[in-house]
């Protein structure tokens, strides 16, 4: 079993930047990576990690603005996002998956197993 616990979302304007944690407990070598929604759209992949941190894979969308990394000696996922616009804002969602088929690729279109209960990021214009 694994458990996330996400944190550091909140206000900010655009052009700015915030760093997401996720601190897992449990068994954590497995990939992990972000998710995020917007209000009245669904749950869209944002980047995933693999175990060593040597393999990512992000969304169109922050390619080149976000940069997922790991600490596996804390247990702990992040996302540093930059140069953030009005349509990042979304509530964002740490994941996990054991399954051993499930990289950072098969990550982006695959229903995790394990979810964090999310951490709210808003970027005003």
């Known amino acids: 079993q694994v458990q996330l616990v996400e944190s550091g979302g909140g206000l900010v304007q655009a052009g700015g930047s915030l760093r997401l944690s996720c601190a897992a407990s449990g068994r954590t070598n497995y990939v992990m990576g972000w998710f995020r929604q917007a209000p009245g759209k669904d749950r869209e992949f944002v980047a995933a990690v693999n175990w060593s941190g040597t393999s990512t894979y992000y969304a169109v969308s922050v390619k080149g603005r976000f940069t997922i990394s790991r600490d596996n000696a804390k247990n702990t996922m992040y996302l540093q996002m930059n140069s953030l616009k009005p349509e990042d804002t979304a509530v964002y969602y740490c994941?996990?998956?054991?399954?051993?088929?499930?990289?950072?690729?098969?990550?982006?279109?695959?229903?995790?197993?394990?979810w964090g209960q999310g951490t709210q990021v808003t970027v005003s214009s």
């Open positions: 994941a996990a998956d054991s399954r051993v088929f499930v990289g950072p690729v098969i990550m982006s279109t695959t229903k995790c197993e394990y």
